[in-house]
């Protein structure tokens, strides 16, 4: 691990922040070429019986298939810049991410439920690794179990990471809520490594 990060001291849980991972020079340019380049999807997923379309939108690259929200996503092939970031991230965390989600948030009420990442293919301890780029977002901890713990949260900013590993997906939920302050888009990679 690199000296950008610092550990978030929560029970039950293996997570660093490094909320300037990314010059803003190069967060800048990279938010500009992943908003043109990502081939961007609406999605649907089944919600109460309805099909609603997700409060964001999203784009899975990679070299696996992965299922989540009870959508099969097949992975479009590497862009230069995704490989890009794939490599800056596995030096620094001395982790190796076979794949990665996209997500597009393009206002305050584009968000992300409390959920966990704890699919079969990701293994029995994910490491997922987390870059923002874009207006920053609050992002959100909740532990799954035991309720007495207060929620933990963090800003993250333009040309942070935020990386989760260990127990962190066993024992804790997170999520991006809505706002209703006016803000601007943001782009959340979310690199990790399918297993099976």
């Given amino acids: 691990m690199d ?10 849980a293996n997570v660093w922040y490094a909320p300037a991972f990314f010059s803003p020079e190069a967060s800048n340019l990279y938010f500009q070429q992943l908003l043109t380049q990502i ?10 019986g ?4 997700m409060p964001r939108l999203t784009a899975w690259y ?16 590497w862009l230069p810049i995704l490989s890009e970031l794939k490599q800056q991230l596995e030096e620094a965390t001395g982790q190796t991410y076979n794949s ?16 966990s990442d704890d699919e079969p293919e990701l293994g029995s301890e994910p490491t997922i690794a ?3 780029f874009g207006a920053p977002r609050r992002f959100g901890f909740r532990h799954r179990y ?14 942070s990471v935020l990386l989760m590993q260990g127990p962190t997906q066993h024992f804790w939920h ?17 690199f990790r490594k399918i297993v099976s």
């Fill in 146 to 159: 035991n309720k007495e713990l207060k929620n933990t949260y963090l800003t993250m900013q333009h040309g």
């Fill in 174 to 190: 997170h999520a991006i809520p809505k706002t209703t302050k006016p803000t601007g888009s943001r782009i959340n990679l979310t």
């Fill in 62 to 77: 990679g070299d696996k298939s992965y299922t989540y929200s009870g959508l099969q996503n097949k992975p479009q092939p």
């Fill in 3 to 12: 000296n950008r990060f610092a550990q978030i001291m929560m029970p039950d």
């Fill in 50 to 53: 309805k099909e609603l379309p």
């Fill in 39 to 48: 081939n961007w999807q609406q999605e649907s997923i089944r919600m109460f």
């Fill in 100 to 115: 990665v989600l996209l997500n597009l948030y393009q206002n305050g009420q584009h968000s992300m439920g409390w959920h």
């Fill in 130 to 132: 987390s870059v923002s």
